[in-house]
């Protein structure tokens, strides 16, 4: 997969004639991979074309928009698909007021032939376009919303599912269990004096899951090690405002700091508690890590 990174709408063309699903791909889930596969069904090149950073940076402004997949992840995942073309667009003021046909022009300059779009699909200044306007200027194939148990698969939903610590569920329709990719940094040491070390985990833009206990996996170093995750301000000892995740790699023992961990998701165990003693906390602990670890 070649990745290409347009900006300012700069005047340039792929050779080769491409079919392009159109998005932003948060989570890269069920609903997007479909319009992917898609792309590779028409004897055109196959091509996702996509925003960074996230058009609500500019549109709602919001500085520190947290997201299923940041743009190193979603480049990762997309990849996986075994496309021709990755068409990233540099979103900022000027790209979000481009008008309907500015935009449609853009397409063409990409030498775009063919267009996938889910039916509820919008594009250009105020979402005035939408997939019947791609529909009068290019071939274009429109998906029908996916669902699963009759709710429609969506980034806002899964994020929803997050938030309510339905890990399992949010997995099953992003078809893979959520990760959080990010750098171990300094913590308060706190962990390995109870004999629980913990990697404190950098996550950047990357949405939190509820706060509580998870059981997980932590992959380093091309190896695989079973994990407890903890996400929250640990009220038990040092509380900190700052909402923390924090990784007890099972099994582990080295120095990390620095280092790229991909921590991913598979239950929730518990939700946050403040225990009454050291003592109390071990033996939670204890569970929960027998827990993570079957």
Known sequence: MKVIYYEDFNVFAIKEGICAALGNFDGVHLGHQKLIEETKKHGYKSAVITFFPHPFFYLKNIRRYSLLSPIEEKIDLISCFEIDYLIIIGFNEKTAIKSKEEFMAMLKQLNVKMVVVGEDYHFAKHASGNAYDLAHNFNTKIISKVEIDNIRISSTYIKELLSDGNIVYANKLLNRPYEIVGRVIHGNKLGRTIGYPTANIDYGYH????????????????????????????????????????????????????????????????????????????????????????
């Not at 932590?218 to 909402?243: H, L």
């Not at 991909?262 to 827990?291: P, T």
């Open 207 to 294: 949405y939190l899951p509820k706060i509580g206990v998870y059981k997980g996996l932590v992959q380093y170093k091309n190896k695989e090690y079973k994990a407890m995750i903890n996400i929250g301000n640990n009220p038990t000892f040092n509380y900190v405002e700052d909402i923390r995740m924090e990784v007890n790699i099972i099994g582990f023992n080295g120095n990390i700091y620095g280092e790229t961990l991909k921590v991913s998701f598979l239950d929730f165990i518990r939700g946050e508690k403040k225990f009454n003693s050291k003592d109390e906390l071990i033996a939670q602990l204890q569970l929960d890590a027998f827990i993570s670890q079957n």
